[in-house]
């Protein structure tokens, strides 16, 4: 039989999951609906505009983030594709790989960043 504590703890769980799940879709619903793009697609063009330098080295973006590195670079195809991102060769060590914003990408980037804030805002009640 589960204790107080137990209950207390999967009930906890349990709330956290439902934010999370509750906000992700809402930010995934209107992010599709008005720049074409899903939560994952910007949360990478989000990580990409934090980077401090003005490339994201792919190796720390994959350490940025909870999806896997498989995950992260299918991601990335997909917005190279569109003309979000483009992949620079890092000219130290040439296996590893850069990204940076396009124009396309810093203006999808900064009108999403408004909405996406907005619906953080209202579903987690900051």
Not at 41 to 48: A, N, P, Q
Not at 68 to 75: D, E, G, L, P
Not at 97 to 106: F, K, N, Q, S, V
Request: some cysteine; glycine content about 4%; charged content about 30%.
């Amino acid at each position: 039989m589960a204790t107080t504590q137990d209950r207390q703890l999967v009930e906890q769980w349990r709330s956290i999951q439902n934010s999370y799940f509750r906000t992700a879709a809402a930010i995934d619903r209107a992010l599709e609906a008005k720049f074409d793009i899903g939560l994952n697609e910007f949360e990478i063009l989000d990580l990409v505009a934090e980077s401090v330098d003005s490339a994201c080295r792919m190796k720390a973006l994959g350490e940025r983030t909870p999806m896997t590195q498989s995950a992260v670079s299918k991601v990335v195809d997909r917005l190279e594709k569109a003309g979000l991102v483009s992949r620079v060769t890092c000219t130290d060590d040439r296996r590893s790989l850069y990204l940076e914003l396009t124009d396309a990408g810093r203006a999808l980037h900064s009108d999403a960043a408004v909405e996406h804030r907005a619906l953080l805002k209202e579903n987690l009640g900051e």
